[in-house]
């Protein structure tokens, strides 16, 4: 028997508004995890998205009982460990000689265009009455 059966026959109509309150947030986090998963099946290699799929699927079920849940919640633990390891040694990399070639140049091309744009922004002369700039103004 389910977690949330459970107790609506443990807890009768007492328990209901207890559900009611839980059972919005249960489906939330669950769509939050799914949106997870699926940022990391775009982005990630296979191997990163292989652990989080493990972890995922190893999540423990609410239905469980007290002693299967805490061995379930044990290898969660486990199964997340390995997916963060996963993604660590995905992001960390060394930086080849041309990449950091790129960044300086970017920079260089960013601090130069706030430079000049600075120094415009500085020489521009004062805005002229609309009547001066119109072609035959009065």
């Known amino acids: 028997m389910g977690t949330i059966n459970r107790m609506h ?15 919005p947030d249960t489906r939330h986090a669950g769509n ?3 949106a997870a998963l699926d940022g990391i099946r775009v982005c990630a290699p296979d191997y990163v998205i292989d652990q989080a799929e493990a972890a995922a699927q190893s999540f423990p079920n609410v239905d ?8 379930a919640g044990a290898l969660y633990l486990k199964k997340k460990a390995l997916f963060i390891d996963s993604v660590r040694r995905d992001l960390a990399y060394g930086a080849a000689w041309w990449q950091l070639w790129r960044k300086a140049k970017e920079k ?4 130069r265009h706030y430079s000049e744009q600075k120094q415009s922004d500085a020489g ?5 009455p609309v009547s001066a700039v119109r072609p035959g103004g009065s």
């Open 9 to 23: 026959h443990e807890g009768g109509e007492a328990a209901e508004p207890h559900i009611q309150e839980v059972l």
């Open 32 to 34: 939050e995890v799914l």
């Open 64 to 71: 469980l009982e007290p002693e299967a849940f805490s061995k």
């Open 108 to 111: 260089w091309f960013v601090w």
């Open 124 to 128: 521009e002369p004062e805005s002229a």
